[in-house]
């Protein structure tokens, strides 16, 4: 007991240094750390990336493809080598518009990752604020079970000296010490839970958590009913599945496209060593390339696309439904956690009373040890249950705004630099080659003036 003692003593003595070493932590700088230091997030923002590329790889489908091309070839019938050197550019003219669907497709696909990942950094925020409070609501609980031990210490003590000049029995002083025992044994427990919740601060926020300053003002929620209209508007996880279900469209219509046919221009020159054709040649081709038997595989590619348009429809109406109960859930648990914590300050003035008086009686002969000490435990424990009251509505709060869809740093105006997914993909997503000759930018410019269907 001594050595439990004695580390209690220096977790206490740990967290009055950083009181007077470093700014004490707030809830809004925690969230904004949270957000800085998130590995899960940085993972994603570069899965957002490899989606991002998908749309470049798309747009460079619709460009021409140029290859140089050597080839050396022995005729052993007339013992002759033949070498040639070519140059040979193709280009897509028309495929009954299915490459410029799967662009769109592709488009719709980064739309989706990007909510996704604001989705992602309302859940990095939400564990945030758990961490933190959870370490708060501890240190308040371990503060109050210290407060109880030196009162049934003192308690004890005072059972053991009236019990040597006879005024108490040996049951009393039994009693006394059971409690206290007890006590104590709560009072391990709860330096054991504000560790495991220091650790879990450490996972969430990127860091130890320092001296807590306490959450601060609670902050501005919608209405009930207007929360229901902005999770359907807002929400990242509702818009990454609209988003996918016109994705999975697009899909459709490029597996559609696949029936029709397809134009495409070639050209080749070079020059030919040897053999019957030597010399420099040119040549230009323009073919029609139109589908007509393919053993069942285009209707097959229709019907999973179908099929996944149909899941992803079904599967944001299944969303919908969810964010609203959660809406209405998050709400139940504030006004659950708001009634208790009136009911828990009424319950510890009327318990202190309680305790007051019963000691006082007690004083006097007119009341017993046992008396005291339950009275000692039901304020013990009102208090108790108005910091985990407390502790409830902060967190039932944000979570309000996690399932509206407001938890993000812009919402909140969180002192951290924002991440912005846009950057990337304006610098990639329009396929810019590794090495872009003048010509070659003249090429796409010509490109882009003619258009494509």
């Avoid at 040979?88 to 769109?104: I, P, Q």
């Avoid at 306490?214 to 919608?222: A, D």
Wanted: overall charge negative; glycine content about 6%.
């Amino acid at each position: 007991m001594r050595r439990m003692m004695l580390t209690v003593t220096l977790i206490t003595i740990g967290f009055g240094l950083s009181a007077g070493t470093v700014v004490a932590d707030t809830l809004r700088a925690t969230m904004a750390d949270a957000y800085r230091n998130s590995d899960l997030l940085e993972q994603n923002r570069y899965l957002l990336r490899v989606s991002d590329e998908g749309v470049a790889q798309q747009m460079a489908s619709l460009r021409p493809v140029v290859n140089f091309v050597a080839q050396s070839r022995y005729d052993a019938t007339t013992a002759t080598t033949v070498s040639s050197l070519h140059l040979t550019a193709e280009l897509l003219l028309s495929n009954n518009g299915g490459r410029l669907a799967a662009l769109s497709a592709a488009r719709q696909a980064v739309l989706s990752t990007r909510q996704q990942l604001v989705g992602l950094e309302q859940q990095v925020l939400l564990d945030a604020v758990n961490a933190y409070m959870n370490v708060w609501r501890d240190l308040q609980v371990v503060q109050v079970r210290e407060s109880n031990v030196r009162v049934l210490t003192q308690q004890f003590r005072a059972a053991q000296d009236r019990f040597d000049v006879g005024e108490d029995t040996r049951t009393d002083v039994a009693f006394a010490e059971a409690q206290l025992a007890a006590a104590r044994s709560a009072l391990a427990a709860a330096y054991g839970g504000l560790e495991i919740s220091r650790e879990l601060f450490t996972l969430s926020i990127g860091r130890a958590p320092g001296n807590l300053a306490g959450p601060g003002n609670l902050p501005t929620l919608p209405e009930s009913v207007a929360a229901d209209a902005l999770t359907r508007q807002i929400h990242p996880d509702i818009l990454a599945l609209q988003f996918q279900v016109a994705a999975d469209g697009y899909n459709l219509a490029e597996a559609r496209a696949d029936y029709g046919p397809s134009i495409s221009l070639q050209a080749q020159t070079g020059r030919t060593y040897g053999g019957f054709n030597e010399g420099e040649n040119s040549s230009v081709t323009l073919s029609l390339t139109q589908p007509i038997y393919r053993g069942g595989q285009l209707a097959s590619l229709e019907r999973v696309a179908l099929a996944r348009l149909s899941a992803s429809q079904f599967a944001l109406n299944q969303q919908v439904r969810v964010n609203l109960q959660n809406v209405g859930n998050a709400y139940t648990r504030l006004r659950i956690a708001s009634a208790q914590s009136v009911a828990s300050d009424q319950q510890i003035r009327a318990a202190q009373l309680a305790f007051d008086g019963v000691r006082e009686e007690a004083s006097l002969g007119a009341r017993t040890i046992l008396d005291v000490l339950d009275a000692e435990q039901d304020l013990l424990d009102a208090r108790i249950g108005r910091i985990e009251a407390q502790t409830d509505i902060y967190t039932a709060s944000y979570n309000i705004l996690a399932t509206v869809g407001l938890l993000t740093v812009d919402h909140l105006e969180l002192p951290v630099p924002r991440y912005d997914p846009a950057n990337y993909s304006n610098a990639y997503s329009g396929a810019p080659p590794r090495l872009l000759s003048p010509q070659g930018e003249r090429l796409d410019a010509v490109l882009d003036r003619m258009g494509r269907d």
